[in-house]
């Protein structure tokens, strides 16, 4: 899933056609993490990617970047997907304010599908 997703194709599809917004997050001058993000609408946005080093974890940087990031963006709402076994981030959503919205299964090709819940948190 990594090489579908990840790959310079894939990254430049992502910029250019859907429009995710990528921002590098640092802490004392050392990449720990990365994010994306898209609206097509201004006001209701898709975080599709966010990613903090395991090593790194735990310390609030998530919480810190996400409230940047809603500063920033100035959302009335925001959406993610969340694999439902990945109970430390649903957990890390639900702390921050998230709701489960629905539970889907997502075919995303090569044989490979997403068990995740769609969550959301109004403004």
Do not use: C, W
């Amino acid at each position: 899933m990594l090489s579908k997703i990840y790959n310079h194709e894939s990254l430049i599809e992502q910029l250019n056609q859907l429009k995710h917004v990528f921002y590098l997050i640092e802490k004392d001058n050392i990449d720990v993490g990365f994010l994306s993000v898209s609206s097509q609408n201004k006001s209701d946005y898709f975080l599709h990617k966010f990613y903090i080093d395991q090593q790194k974890s735990n310390a609030g940087i998530g919480t810190e970047v996400l409230n940047l990031l809603i500063q920033q963006i100035n959302p009335k709402s925001l959406m993610l997907t969340v694999n439902r076994q990945n109970f430390k981030s649903i957990n890390f959503y639900f702390k921050n304010g998230f709701k489960i919205d629905r539970v889907e299964d997502f075919d995303i090709g090569d044989g490979y599908e997403m068990n995740d819940f769609v969550m959301v948190r109004m403004f």
